[in-house]
């Protein structure tokens, strides 16, 4: 009898229950464990992204204020809108992220002093803004 019955499960293919769960046990905490990581690197990336939109929007707005100064149309704005640069053909596109660029605000000095903008990919304790605050 005992032969009949090794016979008949050395002749079935295939896994038994039990091995299916364990397997699929493995695959659940395997994933548990990449998606906190790969969340993590989604949201270095886009603020990575973020960072180089604003010195992309920094270099624009400070080719902006140097153009104004020179055709005599500066007069010292605290702040430029974004969209002036894409008028002007300093951006290709407005920036699917509100910046908001800060000037000096003097009239005789076109300079541009920092770019700010909201973001929930910033690091801990990060300010977002470039040039970065020291």
């Known amino acids: 009898m005992l032969k009949n019955l090794q016979a008949k499960l050395k002749d079935q293919k295939g896994f038994s ?6 397997v699929i046990a493995i695959m659940v905490i ?3 464990m990449l998606v906190p990581n790969v969340v993590g690197y989604i949201k270095k990336a886009t603020w990575a992204t973020e960072q180089n939109g604003a010195a992309t929007v920094f270099s624009a ?6 153009d104004c100064y020179t055709k005599n149309a500066w007069a010292g704005a605290s702040t430029i809108d974004q969209n002036d640069l894409v008028t002007e053909r300093l951006l290709t596109k407005t920036p699917t992220i509100s910046y908001t660029i800060y000037t000096t605000g003097e009239p005789n000095t076109p300079a541009i002093s920092y770019v700010t903008w ?3 990919n910033a690091p801990s304790g990060v300010t977002p803004m470039y040039p970065t605050a020291n």
Request: proline share 0%; aromatic share 6%.
């Open 118 to 120: 909201s973001s929930s």
């Open 61 to 66: 707005a400070q080719t902006y204020a140097t």
């Open 17 to 22: 229950l039990v091995e299916l769960i364990v």
């Open 30 to 32: 395997l994933i548990a």
